[in-house]
C-alpha cells in the first residue's frame, strides 16, 4: 500500500495533469474561434502558391453545397491547432519542468525550441520555393498537351499519303484539352500535407544530432551509409510529393544537404567532447 506522502504527491501530479489539459482544451478553443474568424485570408495565403501557375486568377470549386462548410471547418481547425501550439508547448513545458534536473530542462527546452525552428524552416522553404514551382510545372504539364495532340491531324495526313488511309490518326479528330478544375477540399488537404511533410522531414537535423550523441551511430557510420541515403531520400520525396520531379528533387537536394551537414556538426561536437573528455 502506498505511503500517504506517496499517494498525495501522486494525486497532485494527476491534478497538475488535470488542470494542464483543461488550459489545452481552452486555447484550443480559442485558437479555433480565431481561425474561424480569418478562414478566408488563411484559404488566401495557402491558396497563394498556386496563383502564378493560373496566371494570377486561382479558383477553387466543389461539388456540394456542403463542402466549402465543412472545407472551412476543416482548415479552421488545423489552423487552430497551429495557433494554439506555443501555448500548448507552454503547458507541456510547464508540467514536465519540474521534475527535470537543470540540465535535462536546458536540453529539453532546447530541442524543443530548435525543433519548431527546423518546422518552421521546412514549411516556409516549401511554400516559398517548392510550391510555385512545382504547381506551375504541373499545371503547364496539362496545359501543354492539347499543343501535343494538335499534331495528330499532321500525322493523319502523313499516313494518308503514305498508306493511303489513316484510321486512327484522322485529320478530323477532335482535340484532347484538358482544363484544370482544382477542387477545393483536395487542393487544402493536398498542400497541409505537403507543408506537414516538408516541417516533418527538416527535423532530420536534429535526428542525426541525437543518435550521433547518444553513441546510437558514429559520425563515420553515417557519412559510409551516404549513398543509401541518397536513395531514402529520393525515394521519401517521391512518396510524399506529387509525382512530378521537380518536387521531388527539390525536397530530395535538401534532405541529403542537411544529411551532411548536421553529420559534419554533430562530428564537431563529438570531437569536442572527447577532446574535454579524454577519458569518459
Do not use: C
Not at 489539459?21 to 495565403?45: H, P, T
Not at 484538358?178 to 536534429?206: C, H, Q, R, S, W
Amino acid at each position: 500500500m502506498a505511503e500517504p506522502s506517496t499517494r498525495e504527491s501522486i494525486m497532485a501530479h494527476f491534478r497538475e495533469l488535470v488542470y494542464r489539459i483543461k488550459w489545452i482544451l481552452v486555447w484550443l478553443i480559442a485558437g479555433f474561434g480565431v481561425a474561424y474568424f480569418i478562414r478566408q485570408e488563411i484559404l488566401d495565403f495557402l491558396v497563394a502558391p498556386l496563383a502564378p501557375a493560373l496566371e494570377g486568377n486561382p479558383q477553387l470549386h466543389f461539388t456540394s453545397p456542403v463542402e466549402p462548410f465543412f472545407t472551412y471547418l476543416k482548415l479552421s481547425v488545423k489552423a487552430g491547432i497551429f495557433i494554439a501550439m506555443p501555448m500548448i508547448l507552454y503547458h507541456i513545458w510547464s508540467f514536465i519542468a519540474p521534475g527535470l534536473y537543470k540540465k535535462e530542462r536546458h536540453l529539453v527546452l532546447g530541442v524543443t525550441v530548435l525543433g519548431v525552428l527546423f518546422f518552421a524552416g521546412g514549411v516556409a522553404f516549401a511554400y516559398y520555393l517548392v510550391f510555385p514551382y512545382g504547381f506551375k510545372f504541373l499545371i503547364r504539364f496539362a496545359q501543354d498537351s492539347p499543343g501535343n495532340v494538335q499534331l495528330l491531324p499532321v500525322l493523319g495526313e502523313i499516313f494518308k499519303e503514305v498508306f493511303g488511309h489513316s484510321p486512327i490518326l484522322d485529320p478530323g479528330m477532335a482535340k484532347v484539352a484538358l482544363a484544370p478544375t482544382i477542387m477545393m477540399g483536395d487542393y487544402l488537404k493536398l498542400i497541409i500535407n505537403l507543408l506537414l511533410a516538408f516541417g516533418i522531414v527538416f527535423e532530420l537535423p536534429l535526428l542525426i544530432y541525437f543518435l550521433v550523441t547518444t553513441g546510437i551511430v558514429s559520425p563515420r557510420g553515417l557519412l559510409s551509409f551516404f549513398r543509401y541515403f541518397v536513395v531514402i531520400a529520393f525515394t521519401v520525396s517521391a512518396i510524399l510529393t506529387p509525382p512530378d520531379v521537380v518536387t521531388q528533387v527539390m525536397m530530395a537536394l535538401p534532405l541529403i544537404a542537411m544529411y551532411l551537414l548536421s553529420t559534419l556538426v554533430a562530428w564537431a561536437v563529438l570531437s569536442r567532447r572527447q577532446r574535454k573528455n579524454p577519458n569518459p
